[in-house]
């Protein structure tokens, strides 16, 4: 959790029950360890995949601030959640709008030894309240969907000052990547989705 609570009483809301039972037990950040494990997926069923089931993936992911659920703070909700042609959309709202540290491109590669308002990844300085989030939800969707969808994580237009620069973060791959090498940023990932199986049912 970081030092400083942007949002020190997030307004909290009733959740709905989920009719999808848990999820097995969380495995690796990435769909899978095994190189020959996708060898296998054209002769799988593809099975369509609707709105509903994405919320329920996400819907008990933690927020970092706080020991409430995204869906609790209202930061994703079901009607925030675009399905294409294995393509999901998914726009998340910040418990606040502004954030502790702005979007900086710094000269020095500097990563953080404790939880704190910033991650400087590389020459990336990650914004915590925004942006951990929206990594969470990628990360959780990507150990969950098959490789075939794209996924996009998008804050939702007008909901933050650094909304563009949060977005190009979020979506671009090789900093997502070079954030989650950052082991103390990982395991406040890792605490973030310590629930996230339960797909809204209590725990």
């Known amino acids: 959790m970081p030092a400083e609570i942007f949002n020190p009483n997030p307004v ?39 709105q509903e089931e994405i919320f329920d993936l996400i819907r008990s992911i933690y927020d970092p601030e706080h020991p409430n659920t995204l869906e609790e703070l209202r930061v994703v909700s079901a009607p925030q959640i675009t399905i294409g042609q294995n393509h999901v959309k998914v726009e998340f709202t910040p418990t606040v709008p502004h954030c502790g540290m702005s979007t900086l491109i710094v000269h020095s590669t500097r990563l953080s030894t404790s939880p704190s308002v910033f991650f400087c990844v590389g020459l990336l300085t990650f914004e915590y309240d925004a942006l951990l989030p929206g990594l969470c939800i990628r990360v959780r969707l990507l150990r ?35 954030a989650l090498e950052n082991p103390v940023l990982l395991d406040t990932v890792e605490q973030c989705l310590v629930n996230a199986g339960a797909r809204g049912n209590p725990v």
């Open 144 to 178: 969950s969907l098959p490789e075939r969808f794209k996924v996009d994580i998008f804050v939702k237009p007008g909901s933050h000052q650094s909304e563009n620069a949060v977005n190009k973060q979020l979506n671009d791959k090789e900093r997502v990547a070079a």
């Open 12 to 50: 909290v809301f009733s959740t709905s029950k989920s009719g999808k039972k848990p999820d097995l037990p969380p495995h690796s950040v990435w769909i899978s360890d095994d190189p020959e494990s996708g060898e296998n997926d054209a002769d799988e069923v593809v099975e369509a995949i609707d």
